[in-house]
């Protein structure tokens, strides 16, 4: 398909103000500097002067700032949209979610992609990005989560592992084990057992902020904490994990302990750091969004819950930056108020003013880099949707 063909057949919707194409594409007008969704109701300039791109980033990325009239990276979703995908909603939820089709391994009887796309009428990978625009996460991540949130429940009512996978959707118990690794936060076994057998280490050390203490699983960092007391610490830990198995190690936790110290020191991450920590999908998706903001800068919530793709839910994602396991390496109090307040912290609207200004500070320092590392989660990593990396 040539150049022209695609501008063609991606000028038409524009012309149109078809809300249909809205999150699939964006365009920009080169004389004014604006780009904006296919349906946004200013008046069309000429053709001549437009470029398209893919999402709202790459188009800022070329220079192109966001049209305020029709909000592209936010904005409100319109009813029918809403409406429809409540609609895919219940028929993923109805289904067990949908498979990657053939070649995706045993079937278990999934609605597929495809399916969903002849249903509502959209091609597969425009109802993927749709989809994903207006709720916030691809068909994939929350037909999973549908399903371990069906495991949890079976487990906890008593189910053997066997009864709880066919309960969900799941071919075998092998499949179930492939995706409670990432999603469950342990094994089904682990689970069911209220976490009895896992074995949390941790460390403390003196900060800036206080005490800080690391503590981690075998795959990697599962909770961070600033206090003025070891006792304090250790007691918020084992609250964390009541039948988990805790110890104080120095030397195991050393090497983690350190690097959240150069970061609370304003140095860039470890790019080695995993992590071992679970949420939610909406919450990965906060958490990922978090880990892209730049070392000394900021976003309101509402910043936050339109980049992220739901502007209306401002108080769901506060809450996941409250829910964050590990503050600092997942930097939730770059995240403040609409009127510039640094807001709410779990360790305190002090500390969170004083690693706001250590970072502004960094980041001004003679040949300092922005957001360049990223730190790598473990290959069991339960966050997987951080794309294998978290921000500065």
């Known amino acids: 398909m040539t150049e022209a063909t695609i501008r063609k057949r991606l000028w038409t919707p524009v012309v149109r103000r078809d809300a249909r194409y809205d999150g699939l594409f964006v365009y920009a007008v080169t004389s004014t500097g604006v780009y904006c969704r296919p349906s946004c109701p200013a008046r069309k300039p000429a053709a001549?002067?437009?470029r398209f791109f893919e999402s709202s980033e790459m188009a800022e990325r070329a220079g192109f700032r966001e049209c305020r009239r029709c909000q592209p990276k936010g904005g409100?979703?319109?009813r029918r949209d809403a409406e429809q995908a409540a609609e895919v909603c219940r028929t993923l939820a109805a289904g067990a979610g949908p498979s990657a089709g053939a070649g995706s391994g045993p079937s278990d009887d999934r609605v597929t992609l495809r399916t969903l796309a002849r249903k509502f009428g959209r091609p597969p990978h425009q109802l993927?990005?749709?989809f994903a625009r207006v709720v916030g996460v691809t068909p994939r991540q929350y037909a999973d989560e549908v399903r371990l949130a069906a495991?949890?429940?079976?487990?906890?009512s008593g189910e053997s592992i066997l009864q709880a996978a066919y309960g969900a959707g799941y071919g075998s118990t092998s499949r179930l084990y492939e995706k409670t690794r990432k999603g469950l936060g342990m094994t089904p076994g682990t689970y069911r057992r209220g976490g009895a057998g896992e074995q949390v280490r941790y460390a403390i050390a003196p900060s800036p902020l206080g005490r800080l203490l690391v503590a981690g699983t075998a795959k990697g960092v599962c909770s961070v904490k600033l206090g003025d007391s070891d006792a304090e610490l250790e007691a918020a830990l084992k609250d964390e994990y009541p039948r988990a198995t805790t110890e104080r190690d120095q030397e195991a936790i050393g090497a983690w302990l350190a690097a959240v110290l150069d970061m609370l020191a304003g140095k860039l991450p470890d790019r080695g750091l995993p992590l071992d920590i679970q949420g939610t999908a909406f919450q990965r998706l906060v958490w990922d969004a978090l880990t892209r903001i730049p070392r000394g800068s900021t976003r309101t919530y509402a910043q936050l819950a339109a980049e992220v793709g739901?502007?209306?839910?401002v108080r769901a994602v506060a809450n996941a930056c409250a829910a964050n396991p590990v503050p600092i390496v997942v930097p939730c109090h770059r995240v403040v108020r609409s009127d510039g307040a640094p807001g709410g912290y779990i360790f305190g609207a002090r500390r969170k003013s004083l690693l706001l200004e250590s970072e502004r500070g960094a980041a001004q320092e003679p040949g300092?880099?922005?957001a360049a590392a990223r730190v790598r989660p473990a290959r069991s990593n339960r966050i997987h949707s951080l794309r294998g990396r978290v921000g500065s």
């Not at 495991?151 to 906890?156: A, G, I, T």
């Not at 739901?310 to 839910?313: E, M, S, V």
């Open 48 to 50: 001549r002067n437009v």
């Open 76 to 78: 409100r979703v319109s």
């Open 128 to 130: 993927r990005r749709w």
């Open 151 to 156: 495991v949890r429940s079976e487990l906890r």
């Open 310 to 313: 739901q502007p209306q839910a």
């Open 368 to 370: 300092s880099r922005q």
